[in-house]
């Protein structure tokens, strides 16, 4: 395999720009909700098109997804690269301008579309550019994208505060992604053209793509992603809710979901640490399993008797999803591998994952309480199971050879 990102750059460049580009990934997604009051008085928002704003993320993710591999075939990795940054800036920063919902929605979709490049790059990085560090590398990668959710939602409140609106504070994390742009624009500048023809790179990828659209590990990785994403954007969506309606006051129910995403952090830089250790990771999709199992029967039975840890067990389950992203890495073995299968996972996923808070919200309305959508829930663990069992064998996947 020719990596076309070595050897020119320097590692630590490699793992800065790589960081860089996690930390930026849920930015957009994430700052808007701490002052979507403000903007809705402002611009005259109705609660309809606020609700857009949180579902335009993972139907732009999903259905986008499916395109980057091809979009990597024609301009390159680095070429993608620099298109999700460059759009991330632009996007970002035009939300600081918004007259208008329209520009506001413009503009977050222009942004959107550069991190649904992103999310399908991040394990494509990680194996062009780490291929004996996978496991190190995506504990990087992983852990600054679960701080760049946290640390902006906690900060664009105070920032509001300070710089004079929600404008500025939605504007100004188009400076991280500047800065992530700029260091993607260094690694371009000390890369080696590839090795190989344009036409022959191009013949080889899309043979490896078709490839593996026939691989059962592709779908069962696809539909692991998507049910661990259904489930926790239900969870970002109802957790306060369910709690609150059990009788846990507001403010504890607004930090136990807080407590939930939290977690993620130290699972994301611990879990592909150890995943990689192993040749097969089907151990670890049953805890994570079990962990949400019981996170979600603890909802059920007896939501207000033990809330806080109903919502570490959720947290620690959600480690289903750097699960997820890992294994894109470890059933590949070469970047156009690991983008095909990037993008057909990711794709599948999110748009799966899109259906989870709509479903969940339409059950709630219909029966009047919380039992039955999380007995769905939890039925959908089964299936959750089973597809990450297959996934998480130490098979490669994109081999067209054999």
């Known amino acids: 395999m020719s990596d076309e990102a070595a050897p020119g750059p320097a590692p630590w460049l490699l793992a800065l720009t790589l960081v860089l580009l996690a930390a930026n990934l849920r930015v957009v997604v994430i700052t808007v909700g701490p002052v979507l009051r403000d903007v809705q008085a402002d611009l005259g928002m109705s609660d309809t098109v606020a609700g857009a704003l949180f579902t335009l993320p993972v139907l732009v993710f999903g259905t986008l997804g499916f395109g980057v591999s091809g979009l990597v075939r024609r301009i390159s990795v680095n070429g993608a690269l620099l298109t999700a940054l460059g759009l991330i800036v632009v996007g970002t920063a035009l939300r600081g301008a918004s007259p208008t919902t329209g520009w506001l929605l413009a503009a977050t979709l222009v942004a959107l579309i550069g991190i649904a490049v992103g999310n399908v790059l991040a394990p494509t990085l990680v194996r062009a550019w780490f291929p004996t560090q996978i496991g ?93 994403s259904l489930e926790a954007y239900t969870a970002i969506g109802f957790l306060p809710t369910i709690l609150r309606d059990a009788g846990v006051p507001a403010d504890r129910a607004g930090t136990l979901l807080a407590v939930t995403v939290g977690i993620g952090a130290p699972i994301a830089f611990l879990l592909p640490r150890l995943a990689t250790r192993r040749e097969d990771q089907r151990g670890f999709v049953i805890a994570l399993i079990v962990c949400s199992a019981l996170g979600q029967l603890g909802l059920l039975l007896a939501p207000a008797a033990a809330p806080l840890v109903w919502a ?91």
């Open 136 to 228: 190190r590398a995506s504990a990087w990668y992983m852990t600054a994208m679960a701080i760049g959710t946290a640390g902006p939602a906690a900060l664009v409140v105070p920032a509001a505060e300070i710089l004079g609106g929600w404008r500025p504070a939605l504007a100004i994390w188009a400076l991280p992604a500047a800065v992530a742009l700029l260091a993607a624009a260094l690694v371009t500048a000390r890369t080696r053209p590839p090795v190989e023809g344009s036409q022959q790179a191009d013949s080889t990828a899309r043979a490896v793509g078709r490839h593996l659209r026939r691989q059962p590990v592709a779908w069962a990785l696809a539909g692991f992603l998507g049910l661990q």
């Open 312 to 402: 570490l067990l959720l947290g620690a389950g959600s480690g289903a999803f750097p699960l997820a992203l890992l294994l894109i890495t470890l059933r590949t073995s070469t970047t156009a591998g690991t983008a095909a299968l990037s993008s057909l996972v990711q794709g599948f996923g999110y748009l799966l994952g899109a259906a989870g808070p709509v479903a969940v919200g339409a059950l709630r309305d219909v029966t009047g309480d919380w039992r039955v959508p999380l007995l769905v829930l939890l039925a959908l663990l089964v299936p959750k199971l089973l597809t990450g069992l297959v996934a998480a064998r130490g098979v490669v996947v994109d081999a067209t050879g054999g």
